[in-house]
Every structure is written in structure tokens, then in C-alpha cells.
């Protein structure tokens, strides 16, 4: 006994008149919606990787600065130029490095203070915000 394939033409072809215009409104309304929850996901992985990369900078500039306390401000920095990967130079607006002296008996320490202006992809209203990252 033979088994037959059901013909596919027919398949297709019994679909088709149900769907006149039922499934093109639907996606007038649902492409949409989907568009812009591919770019929110798209947009919030860059603010992470961001995030992510200047959290490594701040934390890679304190150890340099404690390895070689002579080193100045300019040097660390051209030091950590070098390690911004996805990180836009142009949008950073504070990049300070200071030594804070604590009182009797405690030892000082550095603090590393990164403001940048993530800039979206597209202008949807807001088109910056700012990352603040202090260690």
C-alpha cells in the first residue's frame, strides 16, 4: 500500500482565498511594532556593550595608575584610548583620575569617573543619553 503525498498546489491554493486582506492589515499594524522592538533589543545590546566596555577602561586605568603612580593624568589616558572598543572618543565629556588622600591611619586610593553620551542609532525623540561610570 502506497501512502500519497498530499498535493501542495492545493494546499497553498486552498489558503490563499481565506487570506483576501485579512493578514496584509494585520501586518500594517504589526510590522510596526515589530521594527521597533528590533531596534529597542538592538539599542539596549550597544548601551550594554558600552556599559560593559567603559566598566573595563575605568577598572584597566585604575590598575595601570596604581602599577605606575608616576604616570600622569595624560599618559593613563592615552593608554586607555587605546582600549575603548566600541566606545566613541568624540562622546565622552568627563574623563577624571584623582588621587583622594584619606585621614590618619587609612591609606589613599584613586577614583576614575567616565561621563559619555551614548548616542541612538536613530533620532526617536532623546538622541543622547548620558553613562556615568566611577570607580
Known sequence: MTSRQPDSGRIFGRLAPASSGAIRMEMIFVAPIVLFLCYGVLEVGRAVA??????????????????????????????AASDMMFIDSDNIRNFA???????????????????????????????TFSLSIGS
Not at 556599559?51 to 592615552?78: K, M, W, Y
Not at 583620575?97 to 542609532?121: K, N, Q
Open 50 to 79: 558600552v556599559h560593559g566596555a567603559l566598566n573595563r577602561v575605568a577598572s584597566q586605568v585604575l590598575d595601570r595608575a596604581t602599577v605606575n603612580p608616576a604616570a600622569g593624568p595624560e599618559a593613563i589616558r592615552e593608554v
Open 97 to 127: 583620575i584623582r588621587r583622594v588622600d584619606a585621614g590618619a591611619g587609612e591609606a589613599s586610593h584613586l577614583e576614575v569617573r567616565i561621563d559619555y553620551d551614548f548616542r541612538f542609532l536613530l533620532p526617536f525623540g532623546q538622541e
